[in-house]
């Protein structure tokens, strides 16, 4: 499941709105926000905080908020008083270190609680089960690292969500924007330091892949067009792939699937030798570095019209048709696309 974020620096207009619609419609199920802000702001934050919360129920879309006791009684609310938030549109809270175990137990068997994944310890989740902690209706949510060289490594996130699972808990993680990104620092608001400068569908697809998460938000406060184009198809079950056309490639726009047999050196399209028409005559017979994309010429005889992605880097044949490339950006996608999986070459033009 993927979200995005929105912050309550500014106050929630039509901008907020209509970008929430665009998440909504591609395929993003929940909306996170900071309760955490400037003092300054402070007289605004319910406002606005409400606001969103509107918006988010009228759009169905989960609405979870990073909370400290200070910050809901700045918004003129408290825990003991959390049933009002559920009625503004609010879904769940994630906990700030240094709340009380029995607070967080109790607000769990009234709506969604979200613990720091990064952080919590054995004897921590020990005392809320003591404390008889809901948790059917908790969850683990990583932090985001706003300044460059302190988001987590690869290797804690990996054991540390093996641990948080085997407690029966849901994780999530965060990926940077690819648009506009938060302020003060403006790099990118990820889980993983690894992902600072690296496409958000990119991180998405690691994450939920290969380090046991569950659930993925946008933490930067927008995701471009493209970027949510990407996550729409991928919700769809298909894995968009850009790429930069060298020739004319009409007979190659539509979703294919790569083989049930998946090859080493390639992605194999299943249905492309019944999209190409007639047997492509011999054009561009290059080396293939990994990311090419292909198709068999006439002199393939049979597997003449197949379109291939290169998974390694290959030499020139007479009999493959080099038609063009997966953008660098995109190349880490192609581990992806395993045995029956849909693919998109979504062509640059």
Request: aromatic share 8%; net charge negative; hydrophobic share 35%.
């Amino acid at each position: 499941m993927f979200g995005v974020s929105v912050y309550l620096n500014k106050d929630i207009g039509k901008e907020e709105q209509d970008y929430l619609e665009k998440a909504k419609r591609n395929g993003f199920q929940s909306v996170f926000t900071s309760l955490h802000i400037p003092e300054d702001d402070a007289s605004r934050l319910r406002s606005r905080f409400q606001s969103l919360a509107r918006i988010s129920e009228k759009l169905g879309l989960a609405l979870v908020a990073d909370v400290s006791s200070s910050s809901l009684h700045v918004i003129g609310s408290s825990f003991e008083r959390a049933e009002e938030l559920i009625e503004w549109g609010v879904t769940g809270l994630r906990m700030d270190d240094g709340i009380a175990p029995d607070q967080i137990a109790r607000l769990s068997h009234i709506m969604k609680v979200a613990l720091n994944a990064s952080t919590l310890r054995q004897e921590e989740w020990d005392e809320l089960i003591q404390h008889g902690i809901n948790v059917s209706n908790v969850e683990a949510w990583h932090n985001f690292y706003p300044r460059p060289e302190t988001g987590l490594g690869i290797d804690y996130m990996k054991a540390k969500n093996e641990w948080l699972r085997s407690l029966g808990l849901t994780v999530m993680a965060f990926v940077p924007g690819d648009s506009r990104k938060r302020g003060p620092l403006f790099d990118g608001l990820p889980t993983l330091e690894k992902h600072r400068q690296v496409s958000p569908f990119v991180c998405a697809l690691e994450l939920t892949n290969h380090l046991h998460v569950q659930k993925v938000f946008v933490g930067d406060p927008h995701l471009s067009n493209e970027g949510l184009r990407q996550f729409s198809f991928y919700n769809e079950g298909c894995i968009p792939l850009r790429a930069a056309a060298y020739t004319d490639i009409s007979h190659y726009r539509n979703v294919q699937t790569n083989r049930p047999d998946p090859a080493r050196d390639c992605i194999r399209s299943s249905e492309s030798r019944q999209m190409s028409g007639a047997p492509p005559e011999p054009f561009h017979t290059i080396a293939r570095k990994k990311g090419t994309v292909t198709v068999d010429n006439q002199h393939y005889l049979r597997y003449a019209g197949e379109l291939q992605i290169t998974l390694r880097d290959l030499p020139a044949d007479e009999k493959v048709n080099v038609i063009g490339r997966v953008t660098e950006e995109d190349l880490p996608l192609l581990t992806y696309v395993g045995p029956r999986q849909s693919f998109l070459i979504d062509w640059d033009v």
